[in-house]
């Protein structure tokens, strides 16, 4: 009897143990796997608004250290209140070494669309197309964007087509606003939100209606000395990569803002 009721004690306090050992697994090993494999929440980017003099108001966000507005710029007037000089005359356009702005095919209503399109003679004017407390991002800038967004230092310095796809990152989703092409998909991954708003030509070219959704080019506010050109960005629904280059200062270029 002696032995037995030794053997009953002896498999209860194991089964006791057992259970004990349950219980760790239970409330110390699964939560811990439980969390291992939880995916970490996609960061929140931050977003805001900034108005012009004129009323204008433009969805701005932050990516990297930077502050940018994601809407092209709409503005008929200088920081001051002066108008910027409207030219629709192809000559007009050509020749004209002041601040100036038109619509894409001289629609009117194309400046509510995709923006103005400014030669750099505004975009370098003393009194500032930007809302208050923004300026025309410069070339340096630019480059910031790009290499928050993965491009190479290499590649940053480069002219041409540069990178690999942070073009695809730039581009807006919204329909109607690229045309896509063999597939390739914005994905706007920066929320910088590009549009294709297409240029004005120093001798008054347009593309067709259809480049209005193909291309977009923007200017910066850094000048190349000698050529009396100033560099500037172009992306094309073709192309996942960004084109970096320098043009007349007569040409007509969409515009973004960064933050002071």
Known sequence: MKINIQ?????????????????????????????????????????????????????????GDQWWTTENLRATKYRNGDPIQFITEDTLWKNSTIGSYCTFDNIANNINVTGGL??????????????????????????????????????????????SNEAQKLKSTGQQEWVLYNNILPTNESGFSALAGNCRMFNGIWGSPLDLRSMGFWWTATDNPGYDQAWYRYLDSKKTDVFRFYGPKTYGFSVRCVKD
């Not at 239970?26 to 996609?42: G, R």
């Not at 290499?154 to 087509?161: A, G, I, Q």
């Open 118 to 163: 400014y030669n750099w003679y505004a975009v370098n004017n003393a009194n500032s197309i930007a809302p208050e407390g923004w300026h025309i991002p410069t070339d340096a800038e630019w480059k910031m964007l790009e290499k928050h967004l993965g491009m190479s230092n290499n590649d940053l310095e480069k002219v041409n087509w540069r990178g």
């Open 7 to 63: 053997h009953k004690v002896y498999t209860r306090r194991t089964n006791g143990l057992s259970f004990l050992f349950v219980l760790l697994i239970t409330f110390y090993v699964i939560p811990f796997s439980a969390c291992k494999d939880k995916e970490s929440p996609a960061p929140v980017q931050e977003t805001g608004t900034v108005s012009d003099n004129e009323g204008n108001v433009y969805e701005t966000i932050k990516i």
